[in-house]
């Protein structure tokens, strides 16, 4: 009897599940910074069921809730013209935003099978499927929102430790993928199945690594990107994404507990945050400074209550790749079906958690363009090096125009959301990433800066040779005057000919003197110094013309 009450307080009465995907895009047009991936969605097409989401603001103010309200006044100015853009002038006019959503409806539900599990499959609500694109990054956030009544604590673990997982990183001696479900199902409204995960299929994983360097995505993964396509693949695809980040997704879960939350042990909590699958609620799950400092690391109690007299409260936890909110469903103001903490961790924590994760994919997106524009310099090839230069100054922009659009320090000024969001891009490291992305733009910057100045300073070099030895020519002719040959008497034809004979000769006396003016340079230089001798000087001079003798080959 006394089993059953403890596995009554540890249901989970509602149970809310937010995955975020972050990826690369590819450019559609090389010539182009600023590409707009979400035109291709917006032409319908049968292969095609996305459809963009018009937000609450442009549509019936009537339809405008407390809740939209709610989430606008968390955030500072400057962050609700990120999220929510500026109005044009007129209340009936669209907003301006930099985000663009777009949303399938086709997926209901999906259903997982677990290694070492003999129930039935887990069916869970899926409440939304959306694309969050980002006006000038080349990066989308694919976001899957689920939920599920009356589930075991356990088995909300186990779904969350799981599910996450785009590809296996290896696999049991049994074939099922290490970490993953055995089976994951998207279902249709009618229950039809849509796609059927193959973690199980070792051989595709193996071979797609071997044949392109890079890791492919599971089964029921690729189906719900499409029509989008895996760059590193032969798949035909107009939309073209790649992995920035580790193989599993971060993840956000909310937990109303049916018993009080004060009776789980510090190993329950510490499963939960660290995003753990289920284990003795009496042992350790970790050890070290990560469970010694676990409660000043990872939690936020703010609004807890662990004294047994009084409401529980409710709990935040994080640890940069996961962010939890549990608290009792006996408290109205934690869970509300249609209000409480329930809608502010579907809107304004969502937000709070998709900002900086959407950083730190800017960043790393911007960090691998500059790897790949590296990797494609030949510095013995002109062509390469003005290529170069020129995808070096477009992410120098890039990166500006995100700095200045997106790159946000503080997002509120009501503590708790100000607090959450700095916790939050600690784990991250978005702030040392920011720093290294600046100075390897920089760096390159500054080389590219030294470099044409190098240029500059030759070619002055150069001119000045050029104007030293026409120096001498034209000394002689400004003395003698224009009146040296007679050419007066001479007939037009004769002086036409004298013209374009002078004008070769000194044509080809100046693009000599350039073609000559490095050595011709360095014979000045010596020339100048006082401490040559006459015979230094004149070997100088002689070098000028003397054969560069060629390098033996090894």
């Known amino acids: 009897m006394e089993a059953s009450n403890d596995n009554a307080q540890r249901m989970v009465r509602h149970f809310r599940e937010i995955l975020l995907w972050p990826l690369q895009l590819m450019p559609l047009r090389e010539s182009s910074q600023i590409q707009n991936h979400w035109e291709v969605l917006q032409v319908s097409s049968p292969d095609n069921p996305w459809r963009e989401v018009e937000d609450e603001f442009t549509g019936d103010p009537g339809e405008f809730q407390q809740r939209h309200y709610s989430e606008f006044v968390t955030f500072l100015p400057h962050v609700r013209r990120f999220l929510y853009g500026d109005a044009r002038g007129r209340a009936s006019s669209p907003a301006e935003s930099p985000i663009r959503v777009f949303?399938?409806?086709?997926?209901?539900?999906?259903?997982?099978?677990?290694?070492?599990?003999?129930?039935?499959?887990?069916v869970i609500d899926v409440a939304h499927v959306d694309l969050y694109f980002f006006y000038d990054l080349d990066i989308i956030v694919l976001t899957i929102e689920l939920f599920a009544s009356n589930i075991s604590l356990e088995l909300a673990q186990e779904f969350m430790f799981r599910?996450?997982?785009?590809y296996p990183i290896y696999w049991e001696r049994d074939g099922n993928g290490g970490h993953c479900p055995k089976t994951v199902e998207w279902l249709g409204a009618n229950g039809q199945v849509l796609a059927v995960s193959d973690y199980e299929n070792r051989d595709k994983f193996l071979r797609h690594v071997c044949e392109f360097r890079a890791p492919t995505d599971a089964a029921h993964w690729d189906f719900i990107m499409q029509p989008m396509v895996q760059h590193h693949s032969d798949s035909k695809g107009l939309l073209r994404y790649r992995h920035l980040e580790y193989h599993r997704m971060p993840v956000m879960g909310y937990l109303a507990l049916e018993g009080d939350p004060r009776a789980l042990t510090r190993a329950d909590f510490m499963r939960l945050t660290l995003v753990m699958p289920p284990g003795d609620p009496n042992v350790m799950p970790v050890c070290?400074?990560?469970?010694?400092k676990f409660e000043a690391l990872h939690c936020y109690d703010r609004y807890w209550n662990d004294q047994a007299e009084g409401p529980p409260g409710s709990r935040y936890t994080c640890c940069g790749e996961g962010f939890m909110l549990v608290g009792s469903a006996?408290?109205?103001?934690?869970?509300?079906?249609s209000g409480g903490l329930l809608q502010q961790f579907r809107h304004q924590y969502f937000l709070l958690f998709l900002i900086p994760h959407m950083h730190k994919a800017a960043l790393f997106m911007m960090a691998d363009r500059l790897v790949f524009?590296?990797?494609?310099?030949?510095?013995?090839?002109?062509?390469?090096?003005?290529?170069?230069?020129?995808?070096?100054?477009?992410?120098?922009e890039i990166f500006l125009r995100f700095t200045h659009r997106y790159w946000f320090h503080h997002i509120s000024d009501q503590s708790q959301a100000r607090e959450l969001y700095q916790r939050l891009r600690e784990f991250l490291g978005t702030a040392e990433l920011y720093q290294e992305v600046q100075e390897r733009i920089e760096d390159m910057d500054t080389y590219l800066d030294?470099?044409?100045?190098?240029?500059q300073a030759n070619t002055v070099v150069r001119l000045t040779v050029v104007t030293a030895f026409g120096l001498i020519g034209t000394t002689v002719t400004g003395y003698f005057g224009m009146n040296l040959l007679s050419l007066g008497e001479l007939s037009d034809w004769q002086k036409f000919i004298y013209f374009i004979g002078i004008l070769s000769t000194t044509t080809w006396v100046t693009f000599y003197t350039v073609m000559k003016s490095k050595r011709?340079?360095?014979?000045?230089?010596?020339?100048s110094d006082e401490r040559e001798s006459v015979r230094s000087k004149l070997g100088a001079l002689s070098s000028v013309w003397r054969k560069k003798l060629k390098r033996p080959e090894a």
Request: charged share 35%.
């Open 103 to 122: 949303r399938r409806e086709d997926i209901q539900q999906v259903r997982c099978t677990f290694p070492d599990e003999d129930g039935p499959p887990l």
């Open 163 to 166: 599910f996450g997982r785009t």
């Open 288 to 292: 070290g400074t990560e469970s010694d």
């Open 520 to 527: 011709l340079s360095d014979f000045l230089d010596v020339l």
């Open 373 to 396: 524009s590296l990797k494609r310099l030949d510095i013995q090839n002109p062509e390469s090096v003005k290529r170069f230069k020129r995808e070096i100054r477009q992410i120098k």
């Open 330 to 337: 006996q408290q109205k103001f934690f869970y509300t079906p």
């Open 450 to 455: 030294s470099d044409s100045l190098r240029r």
